[in-house]
Structures are given as structure tokens and as C-alpha cells.
């Protein structure tokens, strides 16, 4: 197929900034609109048959993920300290290759349930903590993960956990095959009455708008999913916006600052090509899907004149409330082989916690599931009392496929404290100023992940594992799940962007990603930002289609 | 008359050709089938390293009778036997050759500590009898210096071996791991038996 090519001189309808979850989704629907669409993408654009079941190259190193060495970032607890760059991996990390971090994802697609969206009302205020209510709720975006999950791809059993928010539709394909992580897990759940379920997972598990079912071959999270079984924006809705004839995927494109006139209208971006040459693409309208961390970042380096502070941040909101999912859980060993290096990473989960209760004395709630990490991440640590080397941690490694872990994916609160800025002296390979981070957990967030640490082990325990390792919470210092940056709200004095994602200082100008997130969820976003993205694409064409961008 | 095996791309690009969904489906089994028994190495069609090209002589022999003391050989492979020195090799001289210096200079320190200890003799780390070295390497195994050659030993043992070590899967084999590109259930010991997801009371699981 020949893709359509925008020149850089004529005034597109749309600039979608990431390829990723929300970038994808938002291409299609505007150019199923009608609407001409350039998606600008930092990474390279990579063929199925180019990724590899290469654990070194995509969980240690940089293989598809923005480089410390590149892309630096800096880390703070706290704003009265000089930020740091840390060693090994950037605090916020993501995919940066077309498809963004969609590319990676260990593909866990869990709805919000109607609660998410009115804890603010629900809880109140919690000292050090911003929890308020979204300006949408749940039954506004239900159509939307029904769309999600029918337009791009998720398995699983509808109905199957009794802690599920209603929905309109069931899931278009079952779930996938369970695993034994999965199986102990449901018999260690069950035994204490608790209700665990099959895992509703973006993973084919049969063929399913032409594309195959999962081959199992045990490598999601972290891995681009080479058969395209995985429902990654790169193999699902951008080839999908591209048949439009009206949308160009332009990679190797690293948008650094959004263009704007003196009526305070977006005029484009300008951009560093795959040569590093600077470019400025126009358009009449600017749609910001660069991920939690990337779209703060754009917004506070394209500060001019009348924003001083930052595009778009009049509110002063621009990078705060940023948010991870914190959570605990436990490592089991059992006594015969899981081979949880097969199959896709989860297969069962449980939101049987997944509400606040106050009887506990903090906020937070989660889900948990079973999964499996790969061989060569896993073998880095040894239980406490287990020897790091010698004979005896050489059986610890011969013991890999006797190992799963319970997992808890859960709230972290927003505090404006919490934050994405620019630092004041670093600077990424391109000139561009760098990241800064600052991160300091709030109390009750590391209440509740040790409070699951605890039930993961009972859970493990109650599946007759032979070993338990309890998950050591300690302070984040960073995360993938990259929320809360540019929250949405009624109110232009304390959030970014408005209910239908414009920004609340600048017409034609929209973000829409984790960024958007007004709290955190229960670990699992991306469905979230999915359904986010198709409902704001939704009302994005309506204003196109009147004039009123 | 014997199947042609579809090489690695082959097989993606079967899977991967949109137009050609409902053929895969039909021939799923198949293409898995073939897929399995495939030359999975042949993605990695770089040869692995197989001569030091950083680290002198004497310091990867210093390097490969640490690295055997942190996995060692006997019944099963240890870092010898999987070559895992080729991998610290390689790896310092490419994408962690941010470290060498580092790396080298805490060599230096692990070497002459070692030599004051025998009183300036000057015999190699590598030259001790196996107890001494073991002994020698408890005194020194929360260094900096051993931390990093612990991370490549694993590294070496079970990242793929177009790097340099895990040489001829050996290290896949001690943890237990089979190089495959596909797999079906049942998975493991636990998914066998497996009776189905039984529905919970007032609950009504529904499909498409």
C-alpha cells in the first residue's frame, strides 16, 4: 500500500503527537472523519519480523525504550533538592517506536469501574492528597471501552468476576488459555472465598480482525509482539488510519516545541527529523497523545509569549499530580514446573480489594493477578537467605520454572507536589531540555501496597506454595504508568484540559493519554486512555465538522 | 516427501500477512508445527563473539574463574561451559562499554588485594586451587566490583547466545527453559487438570 505523504508547508487538519494507545486511536477516528492527519512519532517505525525474543536487548538495555544515554531524565524526592540523573534505567520510561508504549505493553485490559470516577465525593479530602472526582463518569465512557474492546481486540470472560461494572457488550473473543500461575492463583484465591476471574488481556486468543491468535510464546510485557497477536496500535488502528488515504505515520519525528500565534492559536510543530534536522509542520489543529511524561514535557519547552509558564498552564497543572500505580505482591515457589517462560504473561486476576475501605485506616485499593517475568530479570535477585553465587545459587536458578508471582496493581494518590518539569541544565542529545522528576510516595499509597504484600502471600500460601518471597516496598523512583500530568476538569483554575480533552488555554489545541487521568485507576490504564482517546476523537471530529476549533 | 521448514521470517510473515488470516487459520497447527521445529538461532544471524576483542588474556582468565566460582560446573553447565566470559567481553566492549573503565579499575584492586593477601606473591586469582578462590571470594563478594561481575555472569548464562555466552543454550537448559517459538497448553505440572472456570453464585459469565 502507498502510504499518503503530507508536505511539511500544507496546513494538515490534524498533528497527533505519539503513535502510541491514545495517538493510534485518535488517527483513525479523525481521519475516518475526513480529516487529514500527520502522526508524529520520536522512534522508528519496525516491521513484526525485525522485534526479537531478545530479554537483554528490551528488559536491560534501551532496545525499544528511551535511552538514559539519549534522552536523560532527572530524579528528585523532593523540590528543595538538586535533581539527579540515576543510574541504569529514566525515571519514567516508555516505548518510543511507533506504536509507543501500546508496542510493549504486557497488554492487562482492565475497565475503571464507576467508583474511579467519584472518589473525590466519595473519600473526601486526604491530607497531602488531590483525590477528586473526574468531570466524566463511568457510564460516559462505557461505550468507549466497549469500542476499545471491539475495534482493537481484548479477550476475556464478561460477567465472570462479580466485582465487574456493568457493560454493554461482552468481550469479542474468550479468554486466552489459563497457565498454572493462573490456576494456583484461582485455587489459593478461591480457598480464602475470594473471586478470581479470567484476565481480560489485549491479546488474540483466536484470530480476530485479521489478525492470529497468541502463539504463547511467554514474551509480552516489554516485548513488541512479533506474530501481531497483541493489539499494539502499530498492528491494529494506525494501519487502519493509514487505508484512510488521508493520514501519514511520520517516524523518527521528535516534536520539541508546538507552534503558536499571536491570537494564541497552535499553528503546528516543529520537529526534529530523522536527521536531526529541524522541521515545522503546519496544521490547524494540534492533538497531544505523547504519553504522561512527554506531553508535560512538550507543553512546559514550548513556553512563549502569554505563557510564559508553559503552554497551556495557566492553572499551573502542567506536569503536577503525577501518578505510577503503586502496588506489592509476592514470589511463589511450588513444587512441580509452572514454565511460566510460556504463555502469555496473565492469565487470571481478582478485584476483590479493589475498593477503598476506610476500615483498613488508609485509601487505596487494587487488583491482583498471577504472572511471570522473564529468566534473565528474574535471575538478577535472590530471595533473602539465598546465596547471590556458588553452588547453591546455582540450584536457586535451576529452580526458575518452579516460580510465579502474585502481583498487586494499585492506587497512587496525586499530590501536586508530585511533578514532571524541565530541568534547568540538562539537556537530551537534540538539544532539547530534559526532564525533571519529582516523586515522593504518599503515606497511605505505601500503607496499601504493604497491606497487599500481605494478601499476596496469603494467596500463595493458600495455593500450597512451598516457598513464599514477600515483595519489599520501598520508595518509587519511577514508573511506566505515567498518569495525572495534565488532568482534566470543569475548572480552568485547577486542571488542563476540559471534559472533551481541549485544553482549557488553547482553542485548537488537545491532549489525550495518561496525562489526561484525573486519579490513578488500580494498575491497569491503558484500556482507560484507549477509551479516552476514541471518546475525545469523537467529539475532536464534532468540533472540526462545525468550525468551533 | 519431507515439509520445507518455514524459516523465522517466513513464519512471521505468514502470520503477519493480514490478507492471508483466514489461510492461517485454517493451517494454524501447522504453521506452529513447523514454526516450533524451526532453526529459531536463525534470527540471530550474527555469529556470537568467539575471541576476546576488550579484555586482555589475563584478565578474562581472572574474569572466567570468577565468574565459574559464581556459577560453577559439575553435573550441570556453569558460566565455563556456557562461555559467559565471551559475553562480559562483548558486553564491555559494546553496550556497557560505559563501564569498562570502572570495571577494569576494580579488577585492578580485586587483583592486588588478592596478591597482598599472599603476602605480594604475585599468583593469579585464576591459578588458586578452587577452595582458596572460594574462600577469597567471600571476603569480597559485597564489592562493587564482584556486584557487577555476578550481573554479567547471569547475563552471559541466559541472554541469547548471539551475545556470547548461553553458548549452545546451555544456560536456557540449566534454568530449565526450552528455546521454542511457540508453545500450547497445557503449559505447566498446574494447567493439566485444569476443570474450567467454574461461575460464581449470582454471576453470569457470557460470550460473545
Not at chain 1, 193 to 205: D, E, Q, R, T, V
Not at chain 1, 277 to 293: I, L, S
Not at chain 2, 116 to 134: I, L, Y
Request: proline share 6%; net charge negative.
Amino acid at each position: 500500500m502507498d502510504r499518503k505523504t503530507f508536505k511539511t508547508g500544507e496546513t494538515v487538519d490534524f498533528i497527533v503527537v505519539g503513535s502510541g494507545s491514545s495517538g493510534g486511536i485518535m488517527a483513525r477516528e479523525l481521519a475516518r472523519a475526513g480529516n487529514s492527519v500527520v502522526v508524529m512519532e520520536q522512534g522508528p517505525r519496525m516491521e513484526a519480523h525485525e522485534f526479537e525474543h531478545d530479554e537483554l536487548k528490551y528488559r536491560q538495555l534501551s532496545g525499544i525504550t528511551n535511552n538514559p544515554a539519549t534522552n536523560p531524565q532527572t530524579f528528585r524526592r523532593d523540590a528543595d533538592q538538586k535533581a539527579e540523573r540515576t543510574a541504569g534505567r529514566n525515571p519514567l520510561t516508555y516505548a518510543r517506536v511507533v506504536g509507543g508504549s501500546s508496542t510493549h505493553f504486557n497488554a492487562n485490559f482492565w475497565r475503571l469501574h464507576e467508583i474511579d470516577f467519584i472518589e473525590g465525593s466519595r473519600f473526601g479530602s486526604i491530607e497531602g492528597a488531590s483525590l477528586v472526582d473526574w468531570p466524566i463518569t463511568y457510564a460516559e465512557l462505557e461505550p468507549y471501552y466497549t469500542k476499545v474492546e471491539w475495534e482493537v481486540g481484548v479477550s476475556g470472560l464478561a460477567g465472570a468476576s462479580p466485582f465487574d461494572p456493568w457493560r454493554s457488550k461482552p468481550y469479542p473473543m474468550p479468554p486466552l488459555p489459563v497457565k498454572s500461575s493462573g490456576v494456583l492463583f484461582e485455587r489459593g484465591a478461591r480457598k480464602l472465598g475470594l473471586h478470581p476471574f479470567p484476565a481480560p488481556m489485549a491479546i488474540n486468543s483466536v484470530t480476530y480482525r485479521d489478525r492470529p491468535a497468541c502463539a504463547q510464546c511467554g514474551l509480552c510485557g516489554g516485548f513488541a509482539c512479533e506474530v501481531m497477536a497483541k493489539s499494539s496500535s502499530v498492528w491494529t488502528v494506525i494501519p487502519e488510519a493509514e487505508a484512510t488515504g488521508r493520514c501519514e505515520v511520520r517516524p523518527e519525528s521528535y516534536v520539541f516545541r508546538i507552534g503558536m500565534n499571536k491570537a494564541g492559536r497552535a499553528t503546528g510543530v516543529y520537529y526534529y527529523d530523522g536527521d536531526r534536522k529541524e522541521q515545522f509542520q503546519n496544521a490547524r489543529a494540534v492533538v497531544v497523545c505523547a504519553n504522561g511524561a512527554e506531553t508535560p514535557k512538550l507543553l512546559l519547552n514550548s513556553a512563549t509569549n502569554g505563557f510564559e509558564q508553559g503552554l497551556a498552564n495557566s492553572s499551573g497543572a502542567v506536569g503536577r499530580y503525577l501518578m505510577f500505580n503503586k502496588g506489592g505482591g509476592a514470589q511463589a515457589r511450588f513444587e512441580h514446573p509452572l514454565n511460566e517462560y510460556k504463555g502469555a504473561n496473565v492469565t487470571r486476576i481478582m478485584h476483590d480489594f479493589y475498593d477503598s475501605d476506610p476500615k483498613r485506616g488508609f485509601y487505596g485499593g487494587g487488583g491482583f493477578d498471577a504472572r511471570s517475568g522473564g529468566p534473565l530479570t528474574w535471575g538478577q535477585s535472590v530471595p533473602n537467605g539465598t546465596p547471590t553465587w556458588g553452588p547453591e545459587f546455582k540450584e536457586y536458578l535451576e529452580s526458575y520454572t518452579y516460580w510465579m508471582n502474585c502481583s498487586g496493581h494499585g492506587t497512587s494518590l496525586a499530590q501536586a507536589t508530585n511533578r514532571v518539569d524541565i530541568d534547568p541544565e540538562l539537556k537530551d542529545d537534540w538539544g532539547v531540555p530534559a526532564i525533571r522528576v519529582t516523586y515522593r510516595d504518599h503515606p497511605d499509597d505505601v500503607k496499601h501496597a504493604k497491606w497487599q504484600v500481605e494478601r499476596a502471600v496469603e494467596i500463595m500460601d493458600a495455593a500450597g506454595a512451598k516457598q513464599i518471597v514477600p515483595g519489599e516496598i520501598g520508595e518509587a523512583s519511577g514508573g511506566v504508568h505515567l498518569l495525572g500530568t495534565c488532568r482534566m476538569g470543569n475548572d480552568p483554575d485547577t486542571s488542563v484540559i476540559d471534559k472533551y480533552h481541549r485544553a482549557h488555554d488553547v482553542k485548537n489545541l488537545f491532549l489525550c493519554d495518561g496525562s489526561s487521568m484525573v486519579t490513578s485507576g488500580r494498575g491497569q490504564p491503558t484500556q482507560t486512555i484507549e477509551a479516552l482517546a476514541f471518546r475525545a476523537a469523537d467529539h475532536i471530529a464534532k468540533f472540526a465538522r462545525a468550525g468551533e476549533i | 516427501m519431507a515439509q520445507p521448514i518455514p524459516s523465522r521470517r517466513q513464519f512471521l510473515t505468514a502470520v503477519g500477512n493480514l490478507a492471508s488470516a483466514g489461510w492461517i487459520a485454517l493451517n494454524w497447527p501447522q504453521i506452529a508445527s513447523a514454526a516450533e521445529h524451526a532453526d529459531h538461532a536463525a534470527h540471530d544471524t550474527v555469529a556470537p563473539p568467539r575471541h576476546l576483542t576488550t579484555l586482555t588474556t589475563a584478565e578474562a582468565a581472572e574474569i572466567d574463574a570468577i565468574a565459574n566460582q559464581i556459577v560453577p560446573g559439575g553435573v550441570t553447565p556453569g558460566a565455563r561451559d556456557a562461555r559467559v566470559t565471551y559475553f562480559i567481553d562483548n558486553a564491555l566492549g559494546s553496550f556497557f562499554a560505559a563501564q569498562l573503565p570502572s570495571f577494569r579499575k576494580g579488577l585492578a584492586e580485586f587483583q592486588s588485594a588478592y596478591a597482598a593477601r599472599q603476602g605480594g606473591a604475585g599468583k593469579a586469582f585464576s591459578a588458586a586451587p578452587e577452595a582458596e578462590q572460594t574462600a577469597w571470594l567471600k571476603e569480597v563478594d559485597k564489592t562493587p566490583f564482584f556486584t557487577a561481575v555476578r550481573r554479567l555472569t547471569v547475563l552471559g548464562l541466559i541472554a541469547l547466545p548471539k551475545y556470547g555466552g548461553n553458548h549452545e543454550n546451555l544456560g536456557w537448559k540449566l534454568i530449565g527453559v526450552e528455546d521454542n517459538h511457540y508453545w500450547e497448553p497445557p503449559f505447566g505440572y498446574y494447567d493439566r487438570d485444569y476443570g474450567g472456570f467454574e461461575p460464581y453464585p449470582g454471576t453470569k459469565p457470557y460470550t460473545a
